[in-house]
């Protein structure tokens, strides 16, 4: 059984920083692309930032320069480091295997930007 569990959001002020943790479990985690989504109120589900297995990584235009994703095979986690956040971050962070709409989803972790 596949389990993907997002942890680390919250609530921050504009400006602020949160690290997003997930932790893989029930597929061979190294061999998987891993992805953020975010899905913000009203809105489309949007890939963010995504992490080959190979380690290269992409963003969207809208975060590059502030968040940044990163793997750890040995721990089955992937992490979304987001700093200088802007209340249009804000959203429910989903992460997902395989870097696609059609991989492996967790339920999401909320991040609420505001002062």
């Known amino acids: 059984q596949v389990q993907l569990v997002e942890s680390g959001g919250g609530l921050v002020q504009p400006g602020g920083s949160l690290r997003l943790s997930c932790a893989a479990s029930?597929?061979?985690?190294?061999?998987?692309?891993m992805g953020w989504y975010r899905q913000a109120p009203g809105k489309q589900r949007e890939l963010v930032a995504a992490?080959?297995?190979?380690?290269?990584?992409n963003y969207v235009d809208s975060v590059k320069g502030r968040f940044s994703i990163s793997r750890d095979n040995a721990k089955n986690t992937v992490y979304l480091q987001m700093n200088s956040l802007k209340t249009e971050d804000t959203g429910v962070y989903y992460c997902?295997?395989?870097?696609?709409?059609?991989?492996?989803w967790g339920q999401g972790t909320q991040v609420t930007v505001s002062s």
């Open positions: 029930g597929i061979l985690f190294r061999i998987f692309a």
């Open positions: 992490i080959t297995n190979g380690g290269s990584t």
């Open positions: 997902n295997a395989g870097a696609s709409s059609a991989g492996y």
